[in-house]
Structure formats: structure tokens, C-alpha cells
């Protein structure tokens, strides 16, 4: 079975294989392999999700409009624009749905945090 990771070979160890990096599609073949790839992709997303949601809060807390009405379209934009250099497969349409998802769910958080206090 071949390692679906791209062969780095800058790295120090010989025959290692860059597990950061995006894998190769067509070197997984089975669905369990690619779930198990999946569920660990899905746990480091969810650690960055919930520290991107923190950050988000921090705005909100010290925006003058924060919330729903600060919401900023152009930060959105340049947001989108610099993440879809990471990823081309997904492209900047695919990546602005899924931002605005994120974006939102942030500040949804961040009421839900202030109307507790
Ligand atoms: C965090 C901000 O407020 C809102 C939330 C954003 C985000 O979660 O990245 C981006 C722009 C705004 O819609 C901001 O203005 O930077």
C-alpha cells in the first residue's frame, strides 16, 4: 500500500512523507482509509474553528459595530482571496460559501457569549 502523502524530499528523515501536506486522491483506495484520513483532517479543523471563533470574538468585543451589523464585506473578500491561494481545488466561489458559514457561525458564538455575561 502506498502512501497517498507527497514524498518530501527535503526532509530529514529518508523515505518520510509530508503528512501536513494535501494527499494524493488517487493513491487512497479504500473508503476506510480515506475516512480514517478524513476524521483526522476533521479534528484539526475543528481545533482551528474553534480558535478562528475566539479571534472573531475578540473583534466583535472591541469593534465599534460589532456583531451582525459590523459584519464587513471587504475583509470577507480579502479574507477569501488570500485563503484560496491554499486551495485551488476548492477555488474562491466554493471558499467564500464556506467562509461566510464560518463567519457567521463566529459571530453567532460571540452573541450567544454576550447575551450570558
Ligand atoms: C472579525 C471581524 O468581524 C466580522 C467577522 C469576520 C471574521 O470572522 O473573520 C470578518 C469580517 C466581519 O464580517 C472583522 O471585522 O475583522
Do not use: N, W
Not at 23 to 46: G, M, Y
Not at 78 to 88: G, K, L, Q, R, W
Not at 111 to 116: F, T, Y
Request: with cysteine; glycine share 6%; charged share 30%.
Amino acid at each position: 500500500m502506498s502512501c497517498p502523502f507527497p514524498y518530501d524530499g527535503r526532509m530529514e528523515r529518508r523515505g518520510s512523507h509530508d503528512h501536513a501536506a494535501t494527499p494524493d486522491p488517487e493513491k487512497i483506495t479504500t473508503v476506510a482509509e480515506a475516512r480514517e484520513l478524513i476524521d483526522a483532517v476533521d479534528a484539526q479543523l475543528a481545533v482551528l474553528l474553534e480558535r478562528r471563533a475566539a479571534l472573531s470574538a475578540a473583534v466583535q468585543r472591541l469593534k465599534p459595530v460589532g456583531g451582525y451589523p459590523g459584519r464587513s464585506p471587504g475583509r470577507e473578500r480579502e479574507i477569501v482571496e488570500a485563503m484560496s491561494a491554499h486551495a485551488p481545488r476548492l477555488g474562491p466561489e466554493r471558499l467564500a460559501l464556506i467562509m461566510s458559514a464560518v463567519i457567521e457561525a463566529g459571530l453567532d458564538a460571540a452573541a450567544e457569549d454576550r447575551s450570558r455575561a
